[in-house]
């Protein structure tokens, strides 16, 4: 089967730091996706992982690791526009396709 | 910047109706994707297209077919609108050889009554 699973909403205060996780179970992986998604607005590109490890890019790091199925999204020194959903996405091997999870919905509180 | 538009941001209508939703990038992308996005379900792929006159069907695709006569171009089409197509639709674009990463256009919302 194939399934993609991440909290449904998480809270945390400005400045801090908050870790989305996200774990999935696909048939045949070829790389993982973290999208932002603003209210109302389209998904924007924020990382992929395709090999095991963490990257770093900015304010926002995503980590991976294939034999546990598991990756998360990691955001520093909050900030109010952070505000918004993450989308975490699985690409899979042999075509084109792209399996979303419903996304984490985080708020940012003063 | 990539630029993906899509014709409306809301559409109303009614039961029954042939609903054309259109979706144009601008970056010269061969592949294009048609979702829809419901709360709690993520988004789900309709179609896709990997290139000119080319479609597959994704996830989703009962009551929907597609068009890319262009390559710029790919249109989603509801054959006879029905209640439960009401949602957030999104295209979204990729240049499959120089990256991975999908661009998405803001999306329309379409309530069918």
């Known amino acids: 089967g194939q399934n993609i699973d991440q909290p449904t909403e998480m809270t945390a205060t400005e400045g801090a730091i908050v870790q989305i996780n996200c774990t999935y179970q696909t048939s045949g992986f070829n790389g993982l996706f973290w999208y932002q998604q603003h209210a109302g607005e389209a998904p924007t590109f924020l990382s992929y992982n395709v090999l095991d490890g963490l990257e770093e890019k900015g304010r926002f790091s995503s980590f991976l690791s294939r034999s546990k199925g598991y990756s998360y999204l990691l955001l520093k020194e909050l900030q109010m526009k952070d505000s918004a959903s993450y989308l975490c996405a699985v690409r899979r091997t042999g075509g084109f396709k792209t399996i979303f999870g419903a996304g984490t919905r985080l708020f940012v509180k003063a | 910047d990539v630029k993906v538009t899509q014709s409306s941001r809301y559409l109303v209508k009614r039961t029954g109706e042939k609903v054309f939703l259109e979706c144009v990038q601008d970056?010269?992308?061969?592949?294009m994707f048609w979702y829809r996005q419901d709360p709690g379900l993520g988004l789900r792929l309709i179609y896709f297209?990997?290139?000119?006159?080319?479609?597959e069907k994704g996830d989703i695709p009962e009551g929907y077919s597609v068009s890319r006569e262009k390559k710029e171009r790919f249109s989603l089409i509801l054959e006879s609108a029905s209640t439960n197509q009401t949602s957030m639709y999104l295209c979204?674009?990729?240049?499959?050889?120089?990256?991975?990463?999908?661009?998405f256009g803001p999306g329309t919302r379409l309530t069918v009554t």
């Open positions: 297209s990997y290139d000119v006159k080319m479609k």
């Open positions: 970056m010269d992308h061969e592949n």
């Open positions: 979204a674009s990729r240049n499959w050889r120089s990256s991975y990463e999908q661009y």
